[in-house]
């Protein structure tokens, strides 16, 4: 009886083909990286200015309806820094009156802009909230 050849392994040929396929696939995986590592650093300083807009306004509620009165209405970001550690960001805290029922403000609008430097541009990100009495 003869025997038939074993072909059961991969030739050369073969190998070196999957090689260069799989090479090809994971050089344009590897071209992703950069992209997605400046998508994440980019969607964290946007956090960033998130959080630091959303404590303003926990401040601002925290102060009550009354005290906010007392700093008016307008531009009141001096009462209300940015805290340490945040040195490339900058925020401005505006209170509008909305509505009064009998010369009394019942209804204001507080819109917190939270500025920073992204890739050389200035961009902003903003949380607008209302507070009632």
Same mark, same amino acid.
């Given at each position: 009886?003869?025997?038939l050849?074993?072909?059961?392994?991969m030739?050369?040929i073969?190998l070196?083909?999957?090689?260069?396929?799989?090479?090809?696939?994971?050089?344009?995986l590897? &071209?992703?990286?950069?992209?997605?590592?400046?998508?994440?650093?980019? $969607? /964290?300083q946007? %956090?960033?200015?998130?959080?630091l807009?959303?404590?303003?306004?926990?401040?601002?509620?925290?102060?009550g309806?009354?005290a906010?009165?007392?700093?008016?209405?307008?531009?009141?970001?001096?009462?209300?820094?940015?805290?340490?550690?945040?040195?490339?960001? &900058?925020?401005?805290?505006?209170?509008?009156?909305?509505?009064?029922? $009998? /010369?009394?403000? %019942?209804?204001?609008?507080?819109?917190?802009?939270?500025?920073?430097?992204?890739?050389?541009?200035?961009?902003?990100?903003?949380?607008?909230?209302?507070?009632?009495?």
């Amino acid at each position: 009886m003869r025997h038939l050849r074993n072909d059961s392994g991969m030739t050369l040929i073969e190998l070196l083909v999957a090689m260069l396929v799989l090479t090809i696939a994971l050089t344009g995986l590897a &071209t992703a990286f950069p992209v997605t590592r400046l998508a994440v650093n980019e $969607g /964290g300083q946007y %956090t960033v200015a998130a959080n630091l807009a959303q404590d303003a306004i926990e401040k601002i509620k925290r102060y009550g309806f009354t005290a906010l009165d007392a700093l008016g209405s307008g531009d009141i970001s001096s009462s209300i820094p940015v805290p340490s550690g945040f040195s490339g960001y &900058t925020r401005s805290v505006g209170v509008e009156n909305l509505e009064t029922l $009998g /010369g009394i403000v %019942t209804l204001k609008r507080i819109t917190v802009t939270v500025a920073f430097k992204l890739q050389g541009s200035n961009v902003s990100a903003s949380l607008v909230t209302l507070l009632a009495r």
